[in-house]
């Protein structure tokens, strides 16, 4: 049999990965269990192609070795892991939201820090020199060739190497994160998932987050990730001094694209796509995402609550409550390079449709599950035959 084509083995990843590094054993095993249970799910459950393995098994080396690039900085810098990341900003809730838009937003302040793509595939790479241009350069060509094979993707979520990524691409590298079931179909994995939680992922985190500060120590972290409401204690034990903000938008808005990405990303890895089967899965984990944002609602934990629909009508009054909620300095430096960054794209766009019905969702039976969410926050419905009007900012329409 083909390499390509063979099943995945968590032993023969971990020997591969040390074998490449010259190295005996991991400083921490903890992930193993979680690598196990989500290379069993890929090769009985994902349907993946001979792309789709390779890709796969790529995906998990890359992970693996960047643990053991963490814990080889750790051998003579053991201080790291000592190292305080204070009070760091989180902003999630409902996907496809404007959160990208916001976060991107709010990163023009050269005061604010987030993990960019190029960190995220090489965390310990040089950060200056010809090094560091020929890693930039590396991630550029991988991010090429799966525009080739996901040509829908960057429409809908564009990448490039310097841009800021999601936390679940941190936490992915101890192998506890959804974006592995927003990749492949592995139901087995995600069900284990919410039955263990992701408190091993936000440790994880945080010390990811320690060997980047380290680098570019001064900054406040503002991370980003629509996944981060399914572990909301977690990441609060991890960080218990966070600032949560949460946006707030029609669920049959976002349903219609999640469903639409979900399927442009796992289409080239696997070898058959079940759209009725992606549309009961991201509506029934929207639900729960709800029902969770409700109960912490009601706990009394400090949270700011944005909508879509007011961040579109003025991002910077929506960046200015961000900074009044965590305490910062809304300096006119970072006003400027915020305006500034609106300018250059204004235009009227279209929005996009997404066809809930074939993902076998109902609008109707939508809304009715939906109503206690867009009661308890407010939240504005759309008209899926609206324009969104004076669109500043490319990338909006694709958090």
């Given at each position: 049999m083909?390499?390509?084509?063979?099943?995945?083995?968590?032993?023969?990843?971990?020997?591969?990965?040390?074998?490449?590094?010259?190295?005996?054993?991991?400083?921490d095993?903890?992930?193993?269990?979680?690598?196990?249970?989500?290379?069993e799910?890929c090769?009985?459950?994902?349907?993946?192609?001979?792309?789709?393995?390779?890709?796969?098994?790529?995906?998990?080396?890359?992970c693996?070795?960047?643990?053991?690039?963490?814990?080889?900085?750790?051998?003579?810098v053991?201080?790291?892991?000592?190292?305080?990341?204070?009070?760091?900003?989180f902003?999630?809730?409902?996907p496809?939201?404007g959160?990208?838009?916001l976060?991107?937003l709010?990163?023009?302040?050269?005061k604010?820090a987030a993990p960019?793509?190029?960190?995220?595939?090489f965390?310990?790479a040089?950060?200056?020199g010809?090094?560091?241009?020929?890693v930039?350069?590396w991630?550029?060509l991988q991010?090429?060739?799966?525009?080739l094979?996901?040509?829908e993707?960057?429409a809908?979520?564009?990448?490039?190497?310097s841009?800021?990524?999601?936390?679940?691409?941190?936490?992915a590298?101890?192998?506890?994160?959804?974006r592995?079931?927003?990749?492949?179909?592995v139901?087995?994995?995600?069900a284990?998932?919410?039955?263990t939680?992701?408190?091993?992922?936000?440790?994880?985190?945080?010390?990811?987050?320690?060997?980047?500060?380290?680098?570019?120590?001064?900054?406040?972290?503002?991370?980003?990730?629509?996944?981060?409401?399914?572990?909301?204690?977690?990441l609060?034990?991890?960080?218990?001094?966070a600032?949560?903000v949460?946006?707030?938008?029609?669920?049959?808005?976002?349903?219609?694209?999640v469903?639409?990405?979900?399927?442009?990303?796992?289409?080239p890895?696997?070898?058959?796509?079940?759209?009725?089967?992606?549309?009961?899965?991201v509506s029934?984990?929207?639900?729960?995402?709800?029902?969770r944002?409700r109960e912490?609602?009601?706990?009394?934990?400090?949270?700011?609550h944005?909508?879509?629909?007011?961040?579109?009508?003025?991002?910077?009054?929506a960046?200015?409550?961000?900074?009044?909620?965590?305490?910062?300095?809304?300096t006119?430096?970072?006003q400027?390079?915020m305006?500034r960054?609106?300018?250059?794209?204004?235009?009227?766009?279209?929005?996009?449709?997404?066809?809930?019905?074939?993902?076998?969702?109902?609008?109707?039976t939508?809304?009715?599950?939906?109503?206690?969410?867009?009661?308890?926050?407010?939240?504005?419905?759309?008209?899926?035959d609206?324009?969104?009007?004076d669109?500043?900012?490319v990338?909006?329409?694709?958090g």
């Amino acid at each position: 049999m083909s390499r390509f084509a063979s099943p995945l083995r968590a032993d023969e990843l971990l020997q591969a990965t040390l074998r490449h590094a010259g190295r005996n054993d991991f400083h921490d095993l903890s992930f193993l269990p979680a690598l196990e249970r989500l290379v069993e799910a890929c090769n009985e459950e994902a349907s993946l192609s001979p792309m789709g393995l390779h890709a796969a098994r790529l995906d998990f080396l890359r992970c693996l070795r960047n643990v053991l690039r963490l814990d080889a900085v750790e051998a003579t810098v053991p201080q790291i892991r000592s190292r305080p990341i204070e009070a760091p900003v989180f902003i999630t809730g409902m996907p496809r939201s404007g959160t990208t838009f916001l976060h991107r937003l709010i990163l023009r302040d050269t005061k604010a820090a987030a993990p960019r793509l190029h960190q995220l595939v090489f965390p310990t790479a040089p950060t200056a020199g010809g090094a560091a241009v020929l890693v930039k350069s590396w991630v550029c060509l991988q991010l090429t060739l799966f525009r080739l094979f996901a040509p829908e993707l960057h429409a809908l979520h564009p990448l490039s190497v310097s841009a800021p990524e999601e936390c679940t691409d941190i936490i992915a590298h101890v192998f506890k994160s959804l974006r592995f079931d927003s990749i492949y179909r592995v139901p087995s994995y995600r069900a284990w998932l919410q039955r263990t939680g992701l408190l091993d992922g936000y440790r994880f985190h945080k010390r990811f987050l320690q060997h980047l500060d380290a680098r570019e120590p001064g900054r406040r972290w503002v991370l980003k990730s629509p996944d981060h409401i399914f572990a909301l204690g977690e990441l609060l034990k991890v960080y218990p001094d966070a600032h949560l903000v949460f946006v707030h938008r029609d669920p049959l808005r976002v349903l219609g694209s999640v469903t639409k990405l979900t399927e442009v990303l796992r289409r080239p890895f696997s070898r058959n796509i079940d759209r009725v089967e992606i549309g009961r899965e991201v509506s029934a984990a929207w639900l729960e995402g709800a029902r969770r944002m409700r109960e912490l609602a009601a706990s009394g934990t400090r949270v700011l609550h944005l909508h879509y629909v007011d961040i579109v009508r003025d991002p910077l009054d929506a960046v200015q409550a961000v900074y009044e909620h965590c305490n910062l300095p809304f300096t006119e430096e970072a006003q400027e390079r915020m305006w500034r960054s609106l300018q250059p794209s204004r235009r009227i766009q279209r929005r996009r449709r997404y066809e809930l019905a074939e993902y076998g969702l109902d609008r109707g039976t939508l809304r009715e599950q939906f109503t206690s969410y867009v009661k308890a926050f407010d939240v504005d419905l759309e008209d899926e035959d609206s324009v969104l009007e004076d669109r500043r900012v490319v990338s909006f329409q694709h958090g």
